[in-house]
């Protein structure tokens, strides 16, 4: 049906080309003369019509047409001449009815071309609205939690649903990491079995959270390649898993925090759920070896130095206005990209990449790995990190400008790159 359509659209569109210019000023003197510019655009609006418009796009068309045979047979009636067997017939009603074919003619060609003007008028508003939502869609605010133990009580929770739904029965937690300018490690014991502790109460009695123990990235005896290794696999064996990835990022102060809650599925590394909430107090936690204690109300001094000090943005704006990630995640044989942040800080390199994948994940269908968590967080001291089996097959680089951050899509067999847009950071005023 669809292939039908796009050969009567390419026929009519090679009629068009040929004819529209010479019509709009076959028109009748006493009408506005159309504006046809539009019709340029004919074959760049088409992809973004509807199985309506595409129809009506036909039905305008083959009005055309017919007005233009209407013409060629009323100026033949016109050009009729007495012959030699009949010198004396009245030609004047023939002639008569050969302009009134041609005027008909007319009139159908303009309401060919009006209906045409009018319909892809539409189509280009409809694509610019559409332009305007895409280029919006992975815009967010951070919700704000007001301390962690609240956060992570809720991230435990809807990490929980989002993984049920994706169909893991099996939640593999692992620990959680603190990530600062001058650190990125486990947790201590306390805090380790505090957040142990609430995804367990936020599991109830479903039984998905589990611990991989011994879990790290070892190599075998026939691959040198880095795989995830853990004593109790054989429990698991056939059914699918995800892992936590739990990180608590403080860029630049050991008050305010991000917390992220990601899971990725065990074996093929992809992003399954993110969660993120910004923590205004999270000193507690960030503290090596403390639990999370009950927070007061802070001062009017306190709230102010806070408000001051802020590094961890209250909104994102992501600028993809040609919804290149749409069209990547589009492609018959789909990328499974990794992010890359390059910043001094890596703390801040790890804000960056949690904020953008959390909303690609949720506003496209395109594949997130984890390797680089992976990478940071379980791959041996010493060890390479090509040893690392990785699923990335290309990679989103994100790199600082003066005012904000490049994304450039890179292929990793091909080398090829695409620029997709920016990501501005943007802090309380």
Known sequence: MFKSFAMALSRFALLLLCTLPLTSQGASSKEAPLDLSIL??????????????RI??????????QGQSDIRSGQTLQQQRPSALDPNKDLKPIHKRGERLAEEGQAKIRQGQQQLVKLLSAVQEAKIANQA???????????????????????????????????????????????TAEQNAKAGPKLHNAAYDTFIQADGSQFRVAVPLGLQLANSDTSQEYTFQYDNAAAFKGEKAALLAIELIAPSNDQEALLSVRTFDLASQQLISSVMFYIKNAS????PDSEPTETTEPTETEVATTEAVRSIPASITINNSNQLIE??????????FETVTTTENPAQAALIDVLIKD???????????????????????GVEAEALSSAATA????????????????????????EIGTIALQLPE
């Open 40 to 53: 340029e655009q004919r074959d760049a609006l088409r992809p973004y019509m509807t199985a309506r418009q």
């Open 56 to 65: 009506a796009y036909v039905e305008a068309a083959k009005l055309i047409k």
């Open 133 to 179: 939502i895409a280029a919006q869609k992975f815009n967010f605010d951070l919700v704000e939690q007001d301390d962690y133990a609240s956060a992570l009580k809720v991230a435990a929770k809807q990490t929980l649903e989002a993984c049920q739904t994706a169909g893991y029965q099996n939640v593999f937690f692992d620990g959680l990491r603190i990530v």
């Open 284 to 287: 507690d936690a960030l503290q």
């Open 327 to 336: 069209k990547l995640a589009g492609l018959p044989s789909p990328y499974l």
């Open 359 to 381: 909303t690609i994940l949720k506003n496209s269908e395109l594949i997130l790995v984890e390797s680089l968590f992976i990478q940071r967080a379980y791959l041996p001291d």
């Open 395 to 418: 990679e989103l680089s994100i790199t600082p400008n003066e005012d904000d951050y490049t994304i450039v899509a890179i292929a990793y067999e091909s080398g090829r790159e695409l």
